[in-house]
């Protein structure tokens, strides 16, 4: 028995079967099955019931399932307190929030590269919804989102927070007192994707229900959102560290509301099986390159 078979082994037993095991694993499916053969034979037990369209644990399948991840848990605290840095090695996919792209994400890499050269980072800049589902998945590895209670599951790091504000452009017609919610519900809103966290935000913010919610400009860029905004398209909640100098510019403008500011928290999130000392690594070195508030 070795931790190649164990790790096959958790695999098949978290995706339901031999193929999708070796897809996670970037194995052949034979080599997969070869490894729980010889794991079956050291053991003299039959772990899965292959009987049936989707493979199932037997009853010595579910009792070694604690032992599996012990043991695979231990060997990964081995490899990042007594290894070298050099050791941590492979491909990490990585999902990104656009704020996190634009602001620290290159030091981060910076980081990375320095302290850790065998690691290679794939990056995927893309919204919360999709990214949150890509972890879960195992298509990320690890992604650095905007916090939500919809990544409860998850293993997580605080990235610390982000002041955002309500922003117009110069031309927009502002009145010359406090802004209200109810002003934001009669103006245009331009939102940050269709089905993304800020506009979920937004829509709690405004106090809108489902049913009525209201059809709006959307865009998936920051740079678009700030754009839409200048031209008078509507008025937009907008991060403040990407905007300072649209705003010195007079390019844009900050409503004046009660309160003033709303922070937007951040975190770095993985599954507790995609928990590796890779994995850990990249989460902790996230939290050290954070530039946002803590």
């Avoid at 634009?102 to 302290?115: D, G, Q």
């Avoid at 506009?199 to 709690?204: F, G, H």
């Avoid at 844009?252 to 709303?262: D, E, F, V």
Wanted: charged letters at 25%; glycine letters at 6%.
């Amino acid at each position: 028995m070795n931790i190649k078979q164990l790790e096959a082994f958790l695999a098949i037993a978290r995706h339901g079967s031999f193929a999708e095991a070796a897809e996670r694993l970037n194995l052949t499916q034979s080599t997969v099955s070869v490894r729980m053969k010889e794991l079956e034979q050291g053991l003299g037990v039959v772990l899965f019931d292959r009987s049936r369209r989707q493979v199932q644990l037997t009853p010595k399948g579910r009792e070694l399932l604690d032992y599996a991840d012990r043991a695979i848990s231990l060997q990964r605290e081995i490899r990042l307190h007594v290894g070298s840095p050099e050791a941590i090695s492979g491909v990490v996919r990585i999902g990104v929030a656009e704020l996190i792209a634009v602001t620290w994400l290159p030091r981060f890499a910076a980081m990375v590269r320095e302290r850790h050269p065998g690691l290679v980072l794939e990056f995927e800049v893309a919204m919360n919804p999709s990214m949150l589902s890509g972890v879960r998945s195992g298509d990320l590895d690890v992604a650095l989102v905007i916090s939500t209670d919809s990544a409860g599951d998850l293993r997580t790091r605080d990235l610390g927070s982000v002041p955002f504000a309500w922003m117009a452009g110069a031309s927009f017609d502002l009145p010359d007192r406090i802004v209200t919610i109810d002003d934001l519900r009669r103006w245009p809103i331009i939102y940050q994707g269709t089905d993304s966290f800020m506009r979920q935000l937004v829509s709690r913010l405004l106090h809108l229900s489902g049913r009525s919610q209201r059809t709006g400009t959307s865009c998936n860029s920051l740079a678009a959102l700030a754009s839409l905004t200048i031209a008078g398209i509507g008025v937009s909640l907008m991060p403040l560290e990407t905007s300072e100098r649209d705003i010195k510019e007079g390019r844009l403008r900050i409503l004046p509301m009660k309160p003033p500011r709303i922070d937007v928290g951040y975190a770095a999130v993985c599954t507790e099986a995609a928990s590796s000392p890779a994995v850990n690594v990249l989460m902790d070195l996230a939290m050290e390159a954070s530039t946002f508030r803590h």
